[in-house]
């Protein structure tokens, strides 16, 4: 069983920076893709970015491409999302999630259905 705790959210104005942190626990012998993904008001949960259980690979949706950064640390079983010029449409709760990935190569990317171990959720709120 995997735990993923998310911190860092917060009410900015647009234009503003953030970074959101995602630590996991009893990951031990496995090895894990994490991702990010957000739901905002009335809207389906979408997937925001994604980071290779390397580390060597990483993915965006085009909405946060050149605005948003993810990057772990797998000795520290953490990873970070920076969040830099948000808008007022990136307003949601951020979700990290992890896919066990030990069957596969060390920079498969997980389909969104793979992901089985989800955080509890940060709030983001941008105001224009």
């Known amino acids: 069983q995997v735990q993923l705790v998310e911190s860092g959210g917060g009410l900015v104005q647009a234009g503003d920076s953030l970074r959101l942190s995602c630590v996991a626990s009893?990951?031990?012998?496995?090895?894990?893709?994490m991702g990010w993904f957000r739901q905002g008001p009335g809207k389906d949960r979408e997937f925001v970015s994604a980071i290779s259980w390397s580390g060597g690979t990483t993915y965006y949706v085009d909405a946060v491409k050149g605005r948003f950064t993810i990057s772990g640390v797998n000795a520290k079983n953490s990873v970070y999302l920076q969040m830099n010029n948000l808008k007022p449409e990136d307003t949601a709760v951020y979700y990290c999630?992890?896919?066990?990935?030990?069957?596969?190569?060390?920079?498969?990317?997980?389909?969104?259905?793979?992901?089985?171990?989800w955080g509890q959720g940060t709030q983001v709120t941008v105001s224009s």
């Open positions: 999630a992890a896919a066990d990935v030990t069957l596969y190569s060390a920079n498969y990317r997980p389909q969104p259905d793979e992901y089985n171990y």
């Open positions: 009893g990951r031990a012998f496995r090895r894990y893709a």
